[in-house]
């Protein structure tokens, strides 16, 4: 994705308020061997790559002055009740060195699964993201996390995700759990529903 700054010149709170009331957000960008440098962005455009999912864990082509550099969107602030981004920060990535970010998780399958089908149970995502190390060359833009064969009582970890090649998850030691499934209370599974009643016990005479 593309991303079109300015340099900016004018640093402080009194240029950042007349860059915003200009249509503008106030950024910058750091990391690498070079020193960081301060830049303004569209704020439109900004606001609505914000909205994508891809803008988060992508590497993102910024052009400054005509001159493009790869780096990757580290934060961001929103005014506390207003749809205006106040600040946006970027790190200059480097091709041969391995990054970290978060990526976000995108569950599949959960309605084929045993949990589901056969006891109607409620599959809860504990995790959304998980954080990654790779190559920016390798990064994905999201995870896949199939959910064909979750069976009742069972947790699916962070082990258990098939990761790209090259793509380590980063857990600080801890297999993570990202995904919980339980049988709602009173629920009846299709196996029980479909049993014959046992029959009654007869008095006696």
Do not use: W
Request: with cysteine; charged share 20%; hydrophobic share 45%.
């Amino acid at each position: 994705m593309k991303v079109v700054a300015f340099k900016r010149e004018l640093q402080g709170t009194g240029a950042s308020r007349r860059l915003r009331n200009s249509g503008q957000t106030p950024g910058i960008i750091y990391g690498g061997s070079e020193a960081p440098v301060t830049i303004a962005l569209d704020h439109n455009a900004l606001f609505h790559a914000l909205k994508k999912e891809a803008f988060h864990s992508s590497v993102l082509d910024m052009e400054i002055d005509g001159v493009t550099q790869p780096v990757l969107l580290r934060d961001f602030q929103m005014h506390a009740y207003k749809q205006l981004v106040l600040h946006a920060d970027f790190q200059r990535v480097d091709a041969n060195t391995k990054i970290h970010l978060k990526v976000a998780l995108h569950f599949v399958n959960a309605d084929v699964s045993p949990a589901v089908k056969l006891h109607a149970a409620t599959i809860s995502h504990v995790a959304n993201e998980i954080e990654v190390l790779c190559l920016p060359s390798a990064l994905p833009e999201f995870i896949t996390v199939d959910l064909s064969n979750v069976e009742v009582g069972q947790s699916v970890h962070v082990s258990d995700i098939k990761l790209p090649e090259g793509v380590t998850a980063v857990t600080h030691g801890k297999n993570l759990t990202i995904a919980t499934v339980s049988v709602p209370a009173g629920q009846v599974s299709a196996e029980a529903a479909a049993a014959p009643a046992p029959e009654a016990k007869k008095g006696k005479k």
